[in-house]
């Protein structure tokens, strides 16, 4: 069969004949890349003219149609069992991203190996050896999980039609090759077809599908954008490597809410479950240090207290440095320049380096307020009493802006034992049953938080 070569856009799958800069379809640039395609057999061409055989369909009104209550397969880990919105849906397939290294095939091997149910986890990557040694770090015997490393999809389809697992994990969808596709295993047409194909297996058989993703350099799942579209769920596992601390979230759920995530600590034994967030990232010592302070962020549902460390140093070489562990280095400058520009702080001549507690990278606008405190406190050299904590947006006017869930991020402080919370004004009005255990501060500008803190 005569094989020819396009160009595919790594964003949208767009197909074009010639290599371009920019995608004419996205408008992304740099995402072409070159595919060796097989012309679709004519018996496929005839497809073309189904328009003219199909029969006319009549719609049913969407009172009338029928419900049947989703089951779902309940999960032993409960951090993943909520992230997917309250156990596996059957028949449903499931990506799981993530950086190399991040604990993406400790998390589902763990996941098989805790499981009541026949599992079958493919490894296109390591051999079944190597499975088994970590099977031996995490440490649990199963009698229920099957192990095949084999890269073949059609092999692999064969085997799992045949064992019928409750469950099939696929590592990773970058290493299995369709053998209906002729291009290189990872290539964006292999990613595609074999994933359409797993969607295929799943809706037919009812098995659910966790598919793990390689990332690439700009942190999406490498393979085209379309990828996310065909799978019902994308998990993203992130994290600091040197730090234990891992994030499970959903990026996208068909059956339900993207504000669930789980926390894991990454132990010599596996991934532990982390039910109680607060109390691990916050540092334990009594001291209170001067660049040292405590957001109370909400990330997903849940409120979690997280201390924030910055260092404002004079800087020695010619450019100052700015450097962020764990949260965005333009949103730092902007909080610096705001600084700057309203409240006459100068940090022009300063290394500025800033610090989240456990490596967690922070989504939650609300630790503004906090990181806007530790960079105020290291520049003057004033401690923050350690019984304080912040929680609040910052604009770039230097206003305070209130911030979604209050009353449930001031009952967790207030649990913690904290004794003060700044908040925004804003947040104040609307505040019900304020909390006898904590003093409540509203602020309405990066002034307000001068004078009342570090004055
Ligand atoms: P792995 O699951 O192989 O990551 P991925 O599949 O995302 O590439 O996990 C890799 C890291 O996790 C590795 O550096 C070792 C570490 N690890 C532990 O710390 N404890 C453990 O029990 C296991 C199994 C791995
Ligand atoms: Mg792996």
Redesign the pocket.
Known sequence: MKTKKVYICSNCGHKNSKWEGKCSTCDEWNTYVEEIIVPQSKSEKKKASWLKESNEQTPTLIQNVIQNNIYRLPLTDKELHRTLGGGLVPGSIILVG?D????????LLQLALKSQFEILYVSGEESAEQIKM?AD??GINNDKCHVLTETNLSKILKTAHALKPSILIIDSIQTIVSPAVESAPGSISQVRECTVDLQQFAKETNVPVFI?GHINKEGSIAGPKTLEHIVDTVLQFEGDRNHIYRILRTKKNRFGSTDEMGIYA?????LRQVENPSELLLSQSDDTLSGSTVAVTVEGMRPMLIETQALVSQAIYGTPQRSATGFDLRRLSMLLAVLEKRAGLFFGQNDVFLNMAGGLKVHDTAIDLSIVSSLISSLQNIPVNSKICFTGEVGLTGEIRAVNRIEQRIEEAARLGFEEIYISKYNMKGLKNKSSKINVHGLGKIEDLIGDVFS
């Open positions: 993530g190399p290294g991040i604990g993406k095939s400790t998390l970590r770090r995490i793990i990454m132990e010599s034994y596996g």
